[in-house]
T-cell receptor
């Protein structure tokens, strides 16, 4: 079993829909990251969090340390949000990545 | 402020050869981490350097090595290339250890034939 599990693996939605991507982990962590990767490979760090909730524009990330679970929400989704979203956790000064969620927003 | 740069962006090598990839971090960042991304395994941590010292290493064979210079620029080397080494190699820099926000470079796409 992977130490970091993401769901769903693939998600297609209509423009404007509210999107939720989930991440569960099985190890103790010091922080959790949400990353966005567009076609072509470039990765952008969206959030780094160790507790609570963070918001940036239409993106919201939450983490529940007790339940070892984090969610990434996208409000009013747009085709430019189409990308792979990757959850990663910091453990023992190393980063462990989830397999990613491929999101496709249809216009 | 300039972002993380990686050179070269694309590289084609033959099995058995060796390759050196370079990463220049954001000015002021002293931590550089390297990652390998393949379709099958996804993103995997290779190693992290901080102030010229390797702090951590992932589960990769000794053919994969790296170093960091006094200006924080880092190189990674893969010797005796195998077909399975074909991947996107990403580096990321941060102010400190991985628990701080990382800024990724565009990656070097290595193809081994």
């Amino acid at each position: 079993k992977n130490e970091v599990e993401q769901s769903p693996q693939n998600l297609t939605a209509q423009e404007g829909e509210f999107i939720t991507i989930n991440c569960s982990y099985s190890v103790g962590i010091s922080a959790l990251h949400w990353l966005q990767q567009h076609p072509g490979g470039g990765i952008v760090s969206l959030f780094m969090l160790s507790s609570g909730k963070k918001k940036h524009g239409r993106l919201i990330a939450t983490i529940n340390i007790q339940e070892k679970h984090s969610s990434l929400h996208i409000t009013a989704s747009h085709p430019r949000d189409s990308a792979v979203y990757i959850c990663a956790v910091d453990r023992d000064d190393k980063i462990i990545f989830g397999k990613g969620t491929r999101l496709h927003i249809l216009p | 402020k300039a972002g993380v740069t990686q050179t070269p962006r694309y590289l084609i090598k033959t099995r058995g050869q060796q390759v050196t990839l370079s990463c220049s971090p954001i000015s002021g960042h002293r931590s550089v981490s390297w990652y390998q991304q393949t379709p099958g395994q996804g993103l995997q941590f290779l190693f992290e350097y901080f102030s010229e010292t390797q702090r951590n290493k992932g589960n990769f064979p000794g053919r994969f090595s790296g170093r960091q210079f006094s200006n924080s620029r880092s190189e990674m080397n893969v010797s005796t290339l195998e077909l399975g080494d074909s991947a996107l190699y990403l580096c990321a820099s941060s102010h400190r250890v991985p628990s701080y926000e990382q800024y990724f470079g565009p990656g070097t796409r290595l193809t081994v034939t």
